[in-house]
Nanobody, 114 residues
Framework: VQLQASGGGLVQPGGSLRLSCKASGIRFSDYTMKWYRQAPGKQRELVATIGSDHNTAYTDAAEGRFTISRDNVRRTVYLQMNSLKPEDTAVYFC?????????WGRGTLVTVSS
C-alpha cells in the first residue's frame, strides 16, 4: 500500500492550494481517507476525513476553509485549502487505516507566508 501526496508549496496569506494524494495497493473506494498535518515543533493533527460513502468531517481549524474530496476512479483524495493563514504552515500527510495499520504517505510541505 502506498500513498503519494503532492501539491504543497509557498502561498501568501489568503491564498489557496489543492493537495492531492494518490493511493495504490488498496481497493481505494472501500476506505476512509484522512488528511493530517504537522507544524514545526507540534504534534501531528487530524485535519479532514472522507468516508467511503463520501461523508466528510473537519476539525475546527479546517471547517469552512478546507474541503476534502475523493475521486475513486483516479484513486485520489484531495484537500482544497482556501483563505490560508500562516498558522496553516505544516507538512500535510494523507492517511488510510489498512489491515489495522496506519499507512502514511510522504508529506507535502505547505508554507503560508508573505
Amino acid at each position: 500500500v502506498q500513498l503519494q501526496a503532492s501539491g504543497g508549496g509557498l502561498v501568501q496569506p489568503g491564498g489557496s492550494l489543492r493537495l492531492s494524494c494518490k493511493a495504490s495497493g488498496i481497493r481505494f473506494s472501500d476506505y476512509t481517507m484522512k488528511w493530517y498535518r504537522q507544524a514545526p515543533g507540534k504534534q501531528r493533527e487530524l485535519v479532514a476525513t472522507i468516508g467511503s460513502d463520501h461523508n466528510t468531517a473537519y476539525t475546527d481549524a479546517a471547517e469552512g476553509r478546507f474541503t476534502i474530496s475523493r475521486d475513486n476512479v483516479r484513486r485520489t483524495v484531495y484537500l482544497q485549502m482556501n483563505s490560508l493563514k500562516p498558522e496553516d504552515t505544516a507538512v500535510y500527510f494523507c492517511n488510510v487505516r489498512y489491515s489495522n495499520r496506519h499507512i502514511w504517505g510522504r508529506g507535502t510541505l505547505v508554507t503560508v507566508s508573505s
